[in-house]
């Protein structure tokens, strides 16, 4: 009896253990890996992990990526001023007393009034397309003022490009001695984006001068006063010289 019973023992014992085996086996990797691994030792993989220095190549690519964007982007002035064409714009005013207090002189360009603007050709379709409240070209409104190269004989003040049409759109197709300058309509003006110029402190005084007798000439009448910019295929301008009498300043 105690033979068939210890047999019987063995064999409950022997079932048992395929069983486990059997379940054992059923485990995935992760199941058995996560069954063997403590919390102790997860700390102490992560403690490792994050004092492994980085490799050269994580820290060598991104800065690379971004170098690459900063020279492939170059700033809107520098585009302009390498891609842009030369056109000259005439003051229609300037204050001298504005380079002596501000260090700056404020320009009023023809083409910023719109009692010159509503002369050309295509006026009335962008008021009718940009009509205000009041009846009048809305607060903000885009525009390009086509103008057109004059001939220019190579000696004293060039002469100022002259404005043939404007409208809401960029013009495309124009000829070879033609530009479109984007502005933008407000206050009552039109702003190109090159209306204010800071003047060199060495500069200001004579500057200051040659605009006082600009505006009094002793001929009776006052001598031009022309800015050179350059403006890119979207129509943005950007600053390059100053004309006051016969006298260029460039601007820096």
């Known amino acids: 009896m105690k033979s068939n019973a210890s047999e019987s023992n063995k064999s409950s014992a022997s079932e ?25 030792d997860y700390l102490i993989a992560t403690e ?11 820290l060598l690519v991104p800065l690379l990526i ?62 009718r397309q940009n009509r205000g409240r009041t009846r009048q070209l809305a607060e903000g409104t885009n525009l390009y003022v086509t103008l057109e190269e004059r001939e220019f004989s190579g000696r004293g003040v060039p002469s100022a490009w002259r404005p043939i049409r404007v409208s809401g759109k960029r013009p495309t197709n124009l000829a070879n001695d033609q530009v479109a300058l984007k502005g933008v309509y407000r206050d009552g003006v039109v702003n190109y984006g090159v209306e204010t110029y800071y003047i060199p402190e060495e500069q200001r005084e004579r500057i200051s001068r040659d605009i006082s ?5 002793r001929e009776g009448r006052r001598q031009p006063i022309v800015v050179k910019v350059k403006v890119d295929p979207q129509g943005n301008a950007v600053p390059i010289s100053l004309w006051v009498r016969d006298r260029n300043y460039r601007f820096e």
């Open 66 to 127: 971004q170098t690459g964007l900063i020279m492939a982007v170059p700033t809107q002035a520098v585009y302009t001023d390498v891609a842009g064409k030369t056109v000259i714009l005439q003051s229609a005013s300037v204050d001298p007393d504005d380079v002596r207090q501000n260090f700056a002189i404020n320009l009023d360009y023809n083409i910023s009034r719109i009692a010159t603007l509503r002369r050309l050709p295509g006026w009335q379709e962008l008021l």
């Open 213 to 217: 007798r600009a505006l009094n000439s």
């Open 16 to 40: 048992s253990n395929k069983s486990s085996n059997k379940s054992n086996q059923g485990w995935s990797p992760e199941a058995e890996f996560s069954g063997k691994l403590t919390f102790r």
């Open 48 to 58: 490792q992990k994050a004092n492994q220095p980085l490799p050269f190549w994580r």
